[in-house]
């Protein structure tokens, strides 16, 4: 039997992070090579073909447009390419969510499409990189991985794009999921889903953007004023993300500066930031006299990135924007 041939899209991040010492906090996040993470990874005797590109070298705190017009190009490539079973792309823990997610709305849920990053730098004490990495060739290799969507791999799970979040800042097992729990339990040598493919067949939700328009987040804080939505207005924002309090919500000024907004054509969604749960329409905030979206299950980074992907598609519309987060 021919080993499964992935295709591995390096971007740096702290599973190719290196540091002064063994035992120390400090590194430098993409200090290695992809080449030498595949090396490391081939002496574990997996049963893949692993095809190296770098994309970039750089801790994911700098991940933007720029790189994820490559990420996007080179997996679209790589679904097309029947050579190709597979893809892995080695990333950063920090926005990782963001951009598993964006990929997730603008590719054809066909082949595996795993994103994996490690919460220790390659060289650190009970480094977690190789094991997570080992994994995600496990899920990518697997014919059964396919129709599922983007994926992540963390910690022995595997996680939905969409669903998965980093909810810590260093613990090994950093990520959460919302509102699903894991897609499957994954170790090197065993992988159980706990579901069939849920996207079989399905094709991109959105076509990738030829750029992305400025959308920023708002934090609510008790006794902030309407300032801040001004400025955003001042600095061109085509779309505001409010992280609110509680369910998504805001001083009474501030929401009343957000519908005016909206008023005037810049799409305004509200989420939480708390760190899990459903934002709901019209509870305590009237979405519909005020114009306003309720993000459902989508925290403030996933929703921002939603919002440009429709904005960018000229969705703008409050109902046809609340239609994109109630899916």
Same mark, same amino acid.
């Given at each position: %039997?021919?080993? #499964?041939?992935?295709?591995? +899209?390096?971007?740096?991040? /702290?599973? =190719?992070? $290196?540091?002064? *010492?063994?035992? !120390?906090?400090?590194?430098?996040?993409?200090?290695?090579?992809?080449?030498?993470?595949?090396?490391?990874?081939?002496?574990?005797?997996?049963?893949?073909?692993?095809?190296?590109?770098?994309?970039?070298?750089?801790?994911?705190?700098? %991940?933007?447009? #720029?790189?994820?017009?490559? +990420?996007?190009?080179?997996? /679209?490539? =790589?679904? $097309?390419?029947? *050579?190709?079973? !597979?893809?892995?792309?080695?990333?950063?823990?920090?926005?990782?969510?963001?951009?598993?997610?964006?990929?997730?709305?603008?590719?054809?849920?066909?082949?595996?499409?795993?994103?994996?990053?490690?919460?220790?730098?390659?060289?650190?004490?009970?480094?977690?990189?190789?094991?997570?990495?080992?994994?995600?060739?496990?899920? =990518?290799?697997?014919?059964? *991985?396919?129709?599922?969507?983007?994926?992540?791999?963390?910690?022995?799970?595997?996680?939905?794009?969409?669903?998965?979040?980093?909810?810590?800042?260093?613990?090994?097992?950093?990520?959460?999921?919302?509102?699903?729990?894991?897609?499957?339990?994954?170790?090197?040598?065993?992988?159980?889903?706990?579901?069939?493919?849920?996207?079989?067949?399905?094709?991109?939700?959105?076509?990738?953007?030829?750029?992305?328009?400025?959308?920023?987040?708002?934090?609510?804080?008790?006794?902030?004023?309407?300032?801040?939505?001004?400025?955003?207005?001042?600095?061109?924002?085509?779309?505001?993300?409010?992280?609110?309090?509680?369910?998504?919500?805001?001083?009474?000024?501030?929401?009343?500066?957000?519908?005016?907004?909206?008023?005037?054509?810049?799409?305004?969604?509200?989420?939480?930031?708390?760190?899990?749960?459903?934002?709901?329409?019209?509870?305590?905030?009237?979405?519909?006299?005020?114009?306003?979206?309720?993000?459902?299950?989508?925290?403030?980074?996933?929703?921002?990135?939603?919002?440009?992907?429709?904005?960018?598609?000229?969705?703008?519309?409050?109902?046809?924007?609340?239609?994109?987060?109630?899916?």
């Amino acid at each position: %039997m021919t080993a #499964p041939r992935i295709l591995v +899209l390096g971007t740096g991040g /702290t599973i =190719a992070g $290196a540091g002064a *010492a063994g035992t !120390g906090s400090a590194y430098r996040p993409g200090g290695l090579a992809l080449e030498v993470l595949i090396d490391h990874l081939a002496a574990l005797g997996l049963a893949a073909q692993l095809v190296p590109q770098e994309i970039a070298r750089i801790g994911s705190q700098d %991940m933007g447009w #720029p790189q994820w017009q490559a +990420l996007h190009a080179a997996c /679209t490539a =790589a679904l $097309a390419d029947p *050579a190709v079973d !597979g893809v892995i792309v080695t990333h950063g823990t920090d926005t990782a969510e963001e951009t598993g997610f964006l990929l997730d709305l603008t590719l054809p849920a066909t082949k595996p499409i795993v994103l994996v990053g490690a919460m220790r730098a390659a060289d650190a004490v009970g480094a977690d990189g190789m094991r997570n990495f080992a994994n995600a060739v496990k899920v =990518a290799s697997d014919p059964a *991985a396919g129709g599922r969507g983007v994926m992540l791999v963390m910690g022995d799970a595997v996680l939905a794009a969409r669903d998965a979040r980093k909810a810590a800042t260093s613990a090994i097992d950093a990520f959460r999921t919302f509102p699903r729990g894991p897609l499957a339990r994954v170790t090197p040598s065993s992988l159980d889903w706990f579901a069939p493919p849920h996207r079989l067949g399905e094709g991109a939700r959105y076509p990738f953007p030829t750029e992305l328009p400025r959308v920023a987040i708002l934090t609510a804080g008790a006794g902030m004023d309407a300032k801040p939505v001004e400025a955003l207005l001042g600095i061109g924002a085509r779309g505001i993300v409010l992280a609110g309090m509680g369910q998504g919500n805001a001083p009474r000024v501030v929401l009343e500066a957000l519908a005016a907004c909206a008023a005037s054509g810049v799409p305004v969604v509200r989420a939480a930031r708390v760190d899990e749960g459903i934002v709901d329409r019209n509870v305590e905030v009237d979405d519909d006299t005020l114009g306003l979206v309720a993000a459902r299950a989508l925290g403030p980074a996933k929703a921002r990135m939603l919002l440009m992907v429709l904005v960018a598609n000229g969705i703008t519309d409050a109902g046809a924007v609340q239609a994109a987060f109630d899916g």
